[in-house]
């Protein structure tokens, strides 16, 4: 099984400013995934990156407010850009392993 | 359209019972089946997952899952409850693709 690191594992940023999420795996894997959560509530998808091209953003998600990197097969970020309090939530990496999804500790972010 | 339903926002249980986590879901084709824990302040654990043969699966933890295709149910189950099982409960469901469709979440509260 997968194992995922994320870091940093709790932030609060300032209105306006970006934040770059890490996510590192610790072994080769095709497809990552970037879900939020808020506090005791289901995940949503946010997008899914494939080593290689560009990330693929579910509906109400885009590039240009969440950027994504995915640089090779172990590692990804993620940039919440121009956060405002609604950006507030958990964010979660994941990365499937023969066929199951294994995911990061989260990164807690407070927008003030 | 996939979608999965876990009917109850909570479930207790007293220590030593046997507990159960209810889950329906609805997918065209075989459906890929999980379930997951998530303890405060942490990211999702994998507990166990059907994705062919033997409608019984069982996984981490002592836990267990019966497929149930008639029903289209995937219940979770643990024959005695532990107050240590006490944590949030996502199932998901995938129509044999990457994407996840997941459960609201069922927390389980095990009483001492």
């Known amino acids: 099984s997968a194992v995922i690191s994320q870091k940093p594992s709790r932030d609060i940023c300032q209105r306006g400013t970006s934040l770059t999420i890490q996510c590192q795996v610790d072994?080769?894997?095709?497809?990552m995934f970037w879900y939020r959560q808020q506090p005791g509530q289901s995940l949503t998808l946010i997008a899914t990156?494939?080593?290689?091209?560009?990330?693929?953003?579910e509906s109400g998600f885009v590039i240009d407010k969440f950027p994504i990197s995915r640089p090779n097969l172990t590692f990804s970020t993620l940039t919440v850009s121009n956060m405002s309090p609604e950006d507030s939530s958990i964010y979660l990496c994941?990365?499937?392993?023969?066929?199951?999804?294994?995911f990061g500790p989260g990164t807690r972010l407070t927008v003030t | 359209a996939q979608s999965v339903a876990q009917p109850e926002d909570q479930v207790n249980v007293a220590e030593g019972n046997p507990l159960t986590v209810k889950c329906t879901y609805s997918?065209?084709?075989?459906?890929?089946l999980f379930w997951y824990v998530q303890y405060p302040n942490r990211g999702l654990q994998f507990l166990l997952k059907?994705?062919?043969?033997?409608?019984l699966v069982k996984g981490s933890y002592g836990f267990e899952a019966e497929f149930n295709k008639s029903q289209t149910s995937f219940h979770l189950k643990k024959p005695s409850a532990l107050v240590s099982d006490s944590a949030l409960y996502f199932c998901?469901?995938?129509?044999?693709?990457?994407?996840?469709?997941f459960g609201t979440g069922t927390r389980l509260k095990v009483l001492a």
């Open positions: 997918v065209s084709g075989n459906p890929y």
């Open positions: 998901a469901v995938s129509a044999g693709t990457y994407k996840y469709i």
């Open positions: 994941s990365a499937i392993d023969t066929l199951v999804q294994y």
């Open positions: 059907y994705i062919t043969g033997d409608n």
């Open positions: 072994s080769q894997v095709t497809m």
């Open positions: 990156a494939n080593q290689g091209s560009e990330a693929t953003y």
